[in-house]
């Protein structure tokens, strides 16, 4: 009997909750772009020896020697970091056989983090020039990020509420209350070096600018 009771209980207050109101979902996205304040720059010293001391000794040389011009360019405490070291043998596969080692290679991926942007040209030459043959890459950045998102978002959310006030103009209503909003997916787009380090002259460097971007999805009521 209790059961029977509870069942019919909740079929009650099932039927007497309110069905939602109508509403109208639109999204809005926003590109706030604003000038970088870091760059990241990662340098790579390969080097390949016949036996894997070899290798690793002649890479240990050339990245203390990168280290250090890096160090003195940059002064006391540099933002420097070791990213990855890696020590691999090398094969050759002849079409009939075994493989055959032919030698060692041995990489060390360091990382240089500027805040004055005026030296990336000068940073990317000294270390190429110290030792280091592969530059990984150039990225710029923001040392603080949140007031331009939280910008974005708000003009993302501005953009959201006006599509849903054309959404509910085109059925002859109005909107009324926000009843759900969603952040979307923010990224940063980072701008990509272009150029080649020379003996002879800077490494030209065009920073660009950084795309924060944002996307809202807004759910908003409608009313007659």
Do not use: C, W
């Amino acid at each position: 009997m209790a059961v029977t009771t509870l069942f019919l209980f909740s079929l009650i207050a099932y039927a007497q909750a309110p069905a939602p109101p109508p509403f109208v979902r639109a999204i809005g996205s926003a590109t706030v772009p604003v000038k970088p304040d870091k760059a990241t720059i990662q340098f790579s010293v390969i080097t390949t020896a016949s036996t894997a001391q070899d290798a690793a000794s002649q890479n240990a040389s050339q990245v203390t020697a990168v280290l250090a011009a890096l160090g003195n360019l940059l002064g006391p405490n540099p933002n420097i970091q070791t990213l990855s070291y890696s020590l691999t043998p090398n094969y050759n596969f002849p079409q009939n056989g075994p493989p055959v080692l032919t030698g060692y290679t041995a990489s060390n991926t360091v990382q240089v983090i500027l805040t004055d942007l005026s030296l990336i040209g000068k940073v990317i030459d000294t270390g190429i020039q110290a030792g280091a043959n592969r530059v990984q890459g150039l990225q710029f950045g923001l040392q603080d990020d949140q007031p331009s998102r939280a910008q974005a978002l708000k003009m993302a959310t501005a953009q959201a509420k006006a599509n849903a006030d054309a959404m509910a103009s085109g059925l002859g209503q109005h909107t009324g209350a926000a009843i759900a909003i969603q952040q979307g997916a923010t990224s940063t787009p980072m701008p990509v070096l272009a150029g080649v380090a020379t003996a002879s002259a800077t490494t030209p460097v065009e920073t660009g600018v950084v795309n924060v971007q944002a996307s809202v999805t807004l759910d908003v009521a409608l009313v007659p």
